[in-house]
């Protein structure tokens, strides 16, 4: 299948990379060209417009905001321009509800298809085609997809035919891995100001209660204490927050946590911590609990 990537970021790389192995013709857009290399390296082809990776059947994005994907959706020669009637544009960015509801509209005005299929995984994960892809979409429009999404990851859950639920899914997954993340960083501060080990800490909860791979993951890196380089820094998880927050406004329903994470990544943010790993918010519990940056706890 002719595909076009837009994105080429720490996710964009390894899913356009699995794409190409797959035996797909893909061609690739990316602000920043350089990043587009290791993919021609590999057999991509490299765009040098939006407008150039628009040119098959489906163009994929990945890109980190609702600002990135509306500069290349609906600019001048952006994708709703330069996609043909009856070509798919599948958005794996995580973006507002909002975002991806004038997306469906813009392109059935321009008949052509639209798709959200935002992914669970970090780049790693990415890297391996061990993603999970939350789908949304018209049948007509995800069942030719089929084959992209096993090419780029593990499983794929089809929610809807509306493309903006699975925004919705994929924010609401983003809040609790927040909230797990949040959770841990105070246990493991309350326990290491006590003198236990923040690893066999870790090593004791995922190897009973919480053995889910988010405990796993985040538990290490906050036994650890490596926040660099980040797999998904904390300005994106500020950015992901907030944005289910204003989906949690739209259908009235409270949630007091996400508040609170809200102002957590706004702390982490506007201290200069905004390109750290989002589970950098074990920091602030460090701060907070009096354990300084160099204790070895």
């Known amino acids: 299948m002719d595909i076009g990537f837009i994105g080429l970021g720490k996710m964009g790389q390894g899913m356009a990379t699995?794409?190409?192995?797959?035996?797909h013709r893909v061609t690739v857009y990316n602000r920043s060209p350089e990043k587009a290399e290791p993919l021609v390296q590999a057999g991509a082809t490299a765009a040098h417009t939006v407008a150039d990776a628009c040119r098959g059947e489906v163009v994929f994005t990945m890109l980190a905001d609702d600002r990135a994907v509306?500069?290349?959706?609906f600019d001048d020669g952006g994708i709703v321009a330069s996609l043909a009637p009856d070509a798919t544009h599948v958005s794996s960015s995580t973006i507002s509800v909002a975002l991806s509801e004038r997306l469906t509209a813009a392109h059935g005005e321009a008949g052509q298809r639209y798709a959200a299929a935002p992914v669970f995984?970090?780049?790693?994960?990415?890297?391996?085609?061990?993603?999970?892809?939350?789908?949304?979409?018209?049948?007509?429009?995800?069942?030719?997809?089929?084959?992209?999404?096993?090419a780029i990851?593990?499983?794929t859950f089809v929610v809807s035919e509306e493309p903006h639920t699975a925004n919705l899914v994929k924010l609401?997954?983003?809040?609790?891995?927040?909230?797990v993340i949040e959770s841990l960083s105070e246990a493991v501060a309350l326990v290491a100001k006590a003198g236990v080990d923040r690893q066999q800490y870790v090593d004791i909860l995922t190897s009973t209660l919480f053995s889910?791979?988010?405990?796993?993951?985040?538990?290490?890196?906050?036994a650890r204490?490596?926040?660099?380089?980040?797999?998904?820094a904390a300005q994106l998880g500020l950015k992901d927050v907030r944005l289910a927050l204003a989906a949690a406004e739209q259908l009235e329903v409270p949630m007091p946590v996400a508040s609170l994470l809200r102002d957590r990544f706004l702390t982490l943010v506007a201290t200069g911590a905004g390109h750290l790993d989002w589970s950098a918010l074990a920091t602030l519990a460090d701060r907070d609990a009096g354990l300084l940056s160099d204790d070895p706890a």
Not at 18 to 23: E, I, R, S, Y
Not at 225 to 232: D, H, K, N, S
């Open 212 to 222: 889910a791979p988010a405990y796993q993951t985040y538990g290490g890196l906050i």
């Open 70 to 73: 509306e500069g290349v959706a």
């Open 153 to 155: 990851g593990q499983r």
């Open 172 to 179: 609401s997954g983003n809040f609790l891995i927040a909230s």
């Open 121 to 150: 995984g970090r780049p790693e994960a990415a890297a391996a085609a061990k993603l999970f892809v939350v789908a949304a979409g018209e049948p007509q429009v995800l069942q030719p997809l089929t084959p992209l999404f096993d």
């Open 18 to 23: 699995n794409l190409v192995q797959a035996g």
């Open 225 to 232: 204490r490596q926040f660099e380089p980040a797999g998904f």
